[in-house]
């Protein structure tokens, strides 16, 4: 007996080469460093953890996969200490993160939405795009896992021609 899914799970791929039968490259990647402070009396204390997870991220208001920061050696600091729910540090911390940027549709319906898929695999054609970093998650203190939303954390991207990977920058965010 067969039955059809509407998961979207079958559909996708680790290899970042995208082939194409007119030799063009597409993007596949964004490189991006976020470094998540909170304040002190003025000053900035940068949070203090392994890694940072669940990075949703947008572009042109469509869904990409969730990404997870490259994990860090935080056992080394020199000056690591508990500021509220978090563990913080004076040194400032860049949290790289290297996110596939296939946009995923929402949910496949019709055969249209299917062939588009199979078409384009929906990568990033070159042009200019608007992207927004919804939310992330940063470990506490004891260890569970809170949400910070962004909601107005949005920059530019642009894609050129036979582009296969873009460093989009170094992003400071508050957490309050």
């Known amino acids: 007996m067969f039955s059809c899914s509407n998961t979207l799970d079958s559909y996708r791929y680790s290899d970042p080469t995208i082939y194409s039968e007119s030799d063009k490259v597409l993007l596949s990647e964004v490189i991006f ?3 998540p402070y909170m304040m002190d009396a003025g000053q900035k204390k940068y949070i203090a ?8 991220l947008k572009i042109n208001n469509q869904i990409t996969q969730k990404a997870d920061s490259y994990p860090l050696d935080i056992d080394h600091l020199d000056s690591k200490e508990m500021y509220g729910n978090y563990f913080v540090t004076n040194q400032l911390i860049h949290y790289p993160v290297a996110m596939n940027v296939s946009m995923i549709p929402e949910q496949l ?5 299917y062939a588009d898929l199979l078409n384009d695999y929906l990568n990033l054609q070159p042009g200019a795009y608007i992207c927004l970093i919804v939310s992330f998650d940063i470990a506490t203190v004891s260890g569970e896992w809170k949400t910070v939303y962004t909601p107005s954390f949005s920059f530019p991207l642009e894609v050129k021609e036979n582009m296969t990977s873009i460093n989009l920058g170094e992003f400071e965010v508050e957490i309050k």
């Open 33 to 35: 460093f976020m470094k």
């Open 49 to 56: 953890t392994e890694m940072l997870k669940n990075i949703y």
């Open 109 to 113: 319906i019709t055969a249209g939405q």
